[in-house]
C-alpha cells in the first residue's frame, strides 16, 4: 500500500500527448462549489459597492448565532465588546479598530462580511474557515454590538427592560 503507482502534481505522463498527468478543465466550466450567482450575499457588495442591508433574514436565532460565532473566532483579538483589546493583543499583537469608532460605526455591513471574507491589514482571511451564513451572522451581531454601545435604556422595549430592573 505505500508503495504504489500514482500520478503526482507536474509528474510527466505518457497518457496524454502534452506528456500531463491530468487534463485542464474545458474552458467556462465551473468547479463546484463555486457557483454563486447572489453576488451580494457571497461578496457583500453590489456593482463594487458595500450592502447596506442584510441579504438574509434577521432573527433572534440569526444573531445568537452570530454572537457565538463572534465569541468563539473574532473576540480573541477584537474582545466579546468589540473594542479591540482581546487576549492576542494583551500578549503583544497590533489592536484591530474598536468597533465603536465613527469610522467603524458608519461602515456598511457588508464592508465586516468584506473583511471577514478577503481579510484586512493583519487580519488574515476566513472565507475558507467560516462559512458566508456565519459571516453574515457575525456582521449582524458586530453592528448589534454598536447600536447597543451608545444607546440609553429609553431604546429597550417595556418588557425587556422589566426584565434587566429584575435582575439588579
Not at 500514482?6 to 466550466?29: I, V, W
Not at 457583500?44 to 445568537?64: A, C, E, H, S
Amino acid at each position: 500500500m505505500t508503495n504504489q503507482p500514482k500520478a503526482t502534481p507536474l509528474s510527466e505522463s505518457d497518457f496524454f500527448s502534452n506528456g500531463a498527468n491530468a487534463r485542464r478543465p474545458p474552458a467556462h466550466t465551473v468547479a463546484r462549489g463555486d457557483a454563486h450567482e447572489d453576488t451580494a450575499f457571497y461578496t457583500g457588495q453590489t456593482n463594487g459597492t458595500y450592502v447596506t442591508q442584510l441579504p438574509v433574514k434577521l432573527t433572534r436565532d440569526f444573531m445568537i448565532r452570530g454572537r457565538e460565532r463572534f465569541d468563539a473566532i473574532c473576540a480573541e483579538c477584537h474582545d466579546r465588546t468589540g473594542s479591540g483589546n482581546g487576549m492576542v493583543v494583551q500578549r503583544g499583537f497590533p489592536q484591530p479598530p474598536s468597533f465603536h469608532v465613527d469610522r467603524m460605526r458608519n461602515a456598511p455591513i457588508g464592508h465586516f462580511f468584506d473583511v471577514m471574507t478577503n481579510g484586512y491589514g493583519v487580519m488574515y482571511s476566513y472565507a475558507t474557515r467560516v462559512e458566508p451564513d456565519d459571516r453574515w451572522a457575525i456582521a449582524a451581531y458586530i453592528r448589534a454590538l454598536q447600536l447597543s454601545h451608545n444607546a440609553a435604556l429609553s431604546d429597550v422595549d417595556s418588557a425587556d427592560r422589566a426584565t434587566l430592573d429584575s435582575k439588579k
